[in-house]
């Protein structure tokens, strides 16, 4: 059974379903019950509830015949019944045995056909059962069962569209019983799809299509009306008339979308003549405009559905004619020339190779020949208004070479099993087209074998060009192609950008290029002069030359200079000029570096080397707008690392200098005029979206810039203002403008506009200055972020080199600047790319230069500079960066091996040595001059713990002593004397948290002897000693958290002392503690007060017990009681209040029954903590909270036996209640008073004590009285409920009248 027929069931109609026997597995009685519980349940008012009983039905064995009639059914709602008769019907089928017994079929379906007329209730659930029961009947049962019963719903099929799908489910399912002969009987025609079912036909489409717009599907009885057209031989009178005249004609969302899902749907089915008629037809193009008006985001969009249908197709279908058809289908439905189908659609994947080759010849022909009559051209209705008559063909023909051109170069992007040839194919076009011209037809260029019918202009060219580079881009990062073995040894290398044979792409296209330069049928769109064409053939040679290099040297430098070398090549041919300068730099580079200039010495120091040069051409590629250029250029840069030398390394780090941006003869404008001329290409290529973005954050900046400008221009434009008013007597005093004629007016009028025209010049070419400086700013930050780049490649890869030292300092000075800047989006991304470098690249790098013996003493100035610019810096967050530098440097200098050091390491016992195998190293210092280093960083411990304000944090020397442990010996005096000598308490806590950490290192037992351990052991808990001392009352935050620190620290020193049993005196600390634990000492902080007993522990003090707290006397009882006084009614309070108190002022008092007082009698001196403060509500305050419990309560309380013995059980408990907290005693109450309660409330209904009758009184007759009434409306409540609920536990949530019966 499928899901989709729903869920329900529970029988309406009579009629019997029979009894098998009830086997052996159940008695037939209890199949019976069984049977009758499941049946009954089928019309359950939970509508979760009747798909689990249909379901138990359904596997119930024997459950052939059965009666699904409920007795209840007259008492039932009818949708409740109805559910349950279908549910009934639904567990028959599902259970298999409907089929077998033709009887229970039968009535199955008369019972169905009964449900049908239900359609408030069960919808179209009962239509779609009986399809999908005549889908699984044989033919023969059809013919012979139901065939009868069904008439009347197959004759009225044009009424409905439930009746409609059932009949087109007996055509295909029941060919031989729904004959021509047989349908013609039914409703009069031998065929459903006719020209006279055709309007009954449309009808009942577009309601189809309305029931199911929220599904976003297509109806089913769509499809399967599909189907049968196909079959009946009259698909295009149903599409013609059906679908095009009837189904559009209706301008419906819901109808429209229900013709396009049709139109996706028919693709599979449909043959090749049939597709081309559907593909240019009234519904493609209506779905064009559809695709076309709907590019607001918040509109329904179904081209993402469409391509899903149109990728189903090509996915499955084998037949290439009919791929080939499809996809040229879509690619001519046009808007103004430009294809619907979006360029970069992906369903090309699924294409054969044959019928891919022949769709990309289709698109070069329509490139070359664009023929509009074979589009289906369409114009929305706000381009027709706009239409201008002039040039619309070209137009067209323009937007569809664009369309084009991007669909052959995504091609190739495209995964999918593509050929070389077919790649080379797509990139020679697009390469012949952006550059080049054919003179006439020749057979020797296959791009020239045909001339276009249209000439391509200017624009045109430089469009193609555009594309061409972008799919140059794709070429470089192409994975290797082909099945040969060695082009599978190339794709697990991970080599992108060549062929099988292992020739770049690239290569290939500047052959193709020197082949059509070489050609007289073919001319360039822009012609080499001869130093051009010369340059052009001396990079060919360079070409050549590192090609035979390539075996015999580096063949990844090889590799990376003749993608450089043929890339710029390739831009001879659109900016000649530029590349030119760069083009010769870039030639001698290469021969310099790949001849034997590279292995001697420079005897000249003035020249540059060939490293320099290739640095600033390098410099100056990464300006271009390329990714590919840039991404070339950075892996040259890679390659030429090693070689790199001080003076190209500095070229740039002057990029990233701050304070040289205004200089203009830095590394950033290495080509005057070319550097420009490219910064302004890359402007006009990313000012839209530079634009966009920093907006919004100088807005402001530029109105008040404005404002201040316009201040200081006032006074000179209020003078010339001045001026031209006395020039033109305006300003005459009493002399009124009487004497001023027409024409002197006039005159006065042209000079003073004149005057503002000329001031708004100025104004607006301050603001374009002004804009132009952003811009500018925003290019330069920019190109520091790419040159960024340059930087961490250096770093990578070049980690052992001398020149890293160098790059320190312009880093934290980028950072530093970066840090007090502007803090926009783009400033935010440099420092944070620059930060990561410096932190990951740099500081934390595994490799680091071996051979430092010639700088040590540089690189000693250069920590020692390090830490005081740490230390002298305001901003922790740069000192920490400068400090983290200084820690690197350390490392280096402590991991080097001098030359010329004299001193060996010291042996390590043989415990030590197997304890932690690298402490070998520990004692090593390598170049590092210690005693110089632990002045340095002495200082600066010693400023961070003296100085008020200083840049410094703990974090800085934490992680100081943890990676040097050989700096922990030198400094920890220094720590030690700070427990007293720190500036403030913090500095002194920071001192106690610094000594804990170096403490807790076991390096440091290496470094110290035994005697030295056990000193230091007892400096700092003499030092600790002094510091408690100091200690007075604790009131503020600061000298807590150091009494804090000073107990943690000094747990652990008595700690070690204890368990390694050292020679400490611990008398005069053991005074300090024991002075310490008076009320100004700890006070009544519960963390200080723990730590003090830990540490007193290990002076074998023990924490006493506290003692139960005391309850307050009776007399103190009157303060609150004021509080309280009004909280309870004067009717709920005891008399014997008093009395209990004096009794016993902790436990509950006693009422005059013997039993336990409520929590409201107890004395308002006598509550409990948590009582007070609202965490356990006494009954006083709940006594109404759960009035109207419904049924689902929880009864908290038991029978009157459990209530007995839980009296006994809280009588017992009282005797050891000195022995337990008051909240336990306060539970033991709460539990005493439920258990007793409980047979009070029996009472009421038998014999009541004389005492509580007089004190209930009439009350009880009233409340009895309104119980009686509740209980009739379905709601128990208990007379005395109101007065007994205060006296249970506040989670009973049971009316009590509940727990009497159950009691």
């Known amino acids: 059974m499928n ?195 055709i309007p009954r036909l449309v009808e009942l489409l577009q309601s189809a299509a309305k029931s199911e717009k929220k599904d976003k599907k297509l109806p089913s009885v769509v499809f399967d009306l599909l189907q049968v057209s196909l079959k009946e031989d009259a698909f295009k009178l149903f599409w013609k008339e059906g679908v095009e005249n009837g189904l559009l004609k209706e301008k419906s969302g819901p109808v429209s979308y229900m013709c396009y899902r049709l139109l996706g749907s028919a693709l599979p089915l449909l043959s090749k003549d049939q597709l081309q008629m559907v593909l240019k037809g009234k519904v493609m193009q209506h779905y064009g405009e559809h695709v076309v008006t709907t590019q607001l985001p918040d509109r329904f969009k179904f081209a993402p559905e469409m391509e899903g249908y149109v990728d189903e197709f090509l996915n499955r279908c084998d037949d290439l004619e009919r791929q080939l058809t499809v996809m040229i289908g879509f690619s001519t439905l046009t808007n103004q020339g430009y294809p619907v189908l979006s360029s970069s659609s992906r369903v090309v994947r699924h294409l054969q190779p044959v019928a891919l080759q022949k769709y990309v010849d289709w698109l070069k022909h329509m490139f070359l020949r664009p023929d509009l009559d074979c589009c289906l051209d369409f114009s929305s209705n706000r381009q027709k208004q706009n239409q201008e008559k002039v040039d619309i063909e070209q137009r067209k023909i323009a937007r569809l070479r664009k369309w084009i051109i991007q669909r052959l170069a995504n091609i190739i992007e495209c995964s999918g099993k593509k050929e070389e040839s077919l790649v080379m194919d797509i990139s020679r076009f697009c390469f012949f087209h952006s550059f080049f011209e054919a003179k006439k037809k020749t057979s020797q260029i296959s791009e020239a074998n045909v001339l276009p019918s249209e000439p391509l202009d200017e624009q045109a060219h430089s469009m193609t060009e555009n594309y061409f580079f972008g799919l140059l881009q794709t070429l470089n990062t192409l994975t290797v192609l082909g099945d040969t073995a060695k082009a599978s040894a190339l794709r697990e290398k991970h080599i992108h950008g060549v062929t099988a044979d292992g020739k770049l792409w690239i290569l290939l296209l500047v052959e193709y290029a020197n082949k059509l330069l070489s050609s007289e049928h073919v001319k360039a769109v822009k012609p080499f002069t001869k130093g051009q064409r010369d340059a052009w053939e001396r990079t060919l040679q360079s070409v050549k030359n590192l090609q035979k290099k390539e075996n015999k040297s580096d063949s990844a430098k090889v590799v990376a200079f003749q993608q450089l070398l043929l890339l710029m090549a390739i831009h001879l041919f659109k900016n000649q ?127 008040s810039g404005d404002e201040e400008k316009n201040e200081e221009v006032d006074d000179d434009f209020r003078s010339q203002l001045m001026n031209v008013l006395q020039a033109g007597n305006a300003l005459g005093g009493d002399e009124s403008d009487e004497e001023l004629d027409d024409e002197a007016m006039m005159a006065l009028d042209r000079n003073i506009s004149a005057l503002f025209a000329e001031q708004q010049k100025r104004i607006q070419a301050k603001k374009d200055e002004k804009d132009k400086m952003r811009k500018e700013k925003i290019l330069r930050r920019d190109f520091k972020i790419k040159v960024l780049d340059l930087i961490e490649a250096f770093l990578i890869k070049q980690s052992e080199n001398p020149l890293v030292f160098d790059i320190i300092e312009p880093l934290l000075r980028v950072i530093e600047q970066c840090m007090s800047s502007d803090s926009d989006k783009q400033e935010v991304d440099f420092l944070q790319k620059t930060a990561s470098i410096f932190r990951n690249s740099l500081c934390r790098t595994k490799q680091y230069c071996k051979r430092v013996d010639a700088l040590k003493e540089d690189l000693h100035d250069f920590v020692e500079r390090l830490v005081k610019k740490a230390c002298k810096h305001t901003n922790s967050s740069v000192a920490l960066y400068y400090f983290s530098a200084s820690l690197y440097l350390l490392r280096v200098l402590k991991g080097n091996t001098s030359d010329k050091s004299s001193t060996v390491p010291s042996p390590l016992p043989e415990e030590q040595s197997n304890t932690i195998p690298q402490a070998c190293q520990l004692f090593s210092t390598g170049c590092l001059d210690m005693e110089r280093v632990t002045v340095i960083y002495q200082q600066a411990l010693t400023q961070f713990l003296t100085k008020r304000k200083s840049a410094l944090t703990s974090s800085m020397f934490q992680d100081l002593f943890k990676r040097f442990p050989i700096m922990c010996k030198p400094l920890v005096d220094t720590l030690i004397k700070s427990i007293t000598a720190g500036a403030r308490q913090h500095q002194q806590v920071q001192a106690c948290l610094l000594l804990q950490k170096v403490l807790l290192l076991r390096e440091l037992k290496f ?292 727990l009497d019966e159950e009691g």
Request: hydrophobic share 35%; aromatic share 4%.
């Open 3 to 197: 899901t989709k027929c729903g869920a329900p069931a529970a029988p309406l109609g009579s009629g019997s379903l029979g009894t098998a026997g009830a086997g052996s597995l159940f008695q037939e009685d209890e199949l019976k019950y069984t049977l009758r519980r499941l049946v009954d349940g089928l019309g359950a008012t939970r509508e979760a509830a009747r798909p689990g009983f249909s379901l138990a039905l359904a596997q119930c064995p024997g459950t052939d015949k059965r009666k699904t009639q409920s007795g209840k059914s007259e008492k039932e709602i009818v949708r409740n019944a109805a559910f349950g008769n279908f549910f009934g019907i639904m567990a028959l089928f599902q259970s298999g045995r409907l089929v077998k017994d033709r009887k229970a079929l039968l009535e199955s379906i008369q019972l169905l056909q009964q449900l049908a007329h239900h359609q408030a209730h069960l919808r179209d659930l009962p239509h779609k059962t009986l399809i999908d029961i005549m889908s699984e009947v044989p033919e023969t049962v059809f013919e012979e069962v139901l065939f009868d019963v069904l008439q009347s719903d197959l004759a009225s099929a044009f009424t409905s569209p439930e009746s409609l799908h059932l009949l087109l489910v007996g055509i295909q399912k029941f060919p031989g019983v729904l004959k021509p002969k047989n349908l013609k009987k039914l409703f009069g025609s031998p065929t459903v799809v006719n020209e006279e079912n």
């Open 577 to 703: 000029s530029e590349t030119m300068d760069v083009l010769s730099d870039l030639l001698n580079c290469v021969e310099r570096a790949f001849g034997k200039e590279s292995k001697k010495k420079k005897t000249d120091d003035t020249e540059p080397g060939w490293v320099e040069v290739m640095v600033e051409i390098l410099l100056s590629l990464l300006t271009q707008p390329s990714l590919l250029i840039r991404r070339i250029s950075k892996s040259v840069f890679v390659r030429i690392c090693p070689n790199l030398t001080k003076r190209g390394l500095q070229l740039i780090l002057d990029v990233l200098d701050p304070y040289q941006e205004q200089n203009e003869e830095s590394a950033v404008v290495v080509m005057e005029e070319s550097g420009k001329k490219m910064k302004s290409a890359q402007d006009m290529d990313e000012e839209g979206s530079e634009d966009s973005s920093d907006e919004g954050d100088t807005e402001e900046e530029n109105d």
């Open 1007 to 1298: 470094f110290v002897t035994e005697e030295e351990w056990e000193e230091l052991i007892r400096e700092s808990i003499s030092q600790v000693t002094v510091s408690l001392k100091m200690v007075g009352k604790l009131i503020m935050k600061a000298e807590k958290e150091k009494v804090a620190k000073s107990l943690e620290l000094l747990n652990f020193l008595l700690k070690t002392v204890t368990e390694q049993k050292l020679r400490v005196k611990l008398t005069e600390l053991e005074k300090v503690l024991v002075a310490l634990n008076q009320p100004e000492g700890t006070g009544n902080s519960a963390r200080l007060d723990s730590l003090y007993w830990n540490v007193m522990r290990w002076l074998n003090y023990t924490k006493p017990k506290k003692e139960k707290m005391a309850n307050k006397p009776v007399q103190e009882a009157e303060p609150l009681k004021r509080k309280k006084k009004g909280f309870l009614p004067e009717t709920k309070k005891r008399k014997n209040r008093k009395k209990g108190i004096q009794e016993n002022g902790v436990a509950p008092v006693a009422n005059e029954d013997g039993e336990p007082a409520a929590p409201e009698e107890q004395p308002l001196g006598t509550e409990t903590p948590k009582q007070k403060k609202g965490l356990v509500p006494s009954g006083s305050k709940h006594k109404n909270r759960n009035r109207g419990v419904g049924e689902n309560a929880v009864a908290m309380v038991g029978s009157g036996e459990e209530a007995a013995n839980g009296g006994d059980a809280v009588a017992d408990k009282k005797k050891k209640k000195k022995k337990k907290k008051n909240m336990n005693r306060k539970r033991k109450g709460d539990a005493g008073n439920e258990a007793e309660q409980v047979p009070a409330a029996k009472k009421t209904k038998g014999s009541v004590s004389q005492e509580t009758q007089q004190k209930q009184g009439k009350a009880n007759q009233q409340k009895q009285g309104k119980a009686n009434q509740q209980k009739q409306a379905g709601f128990l409540w208990h007379p005395r409920e109101a007065e007994l609920r205060s006296t249970l536990p506040w989670r009973t949530q049971q009316p009590l009248s509940d």
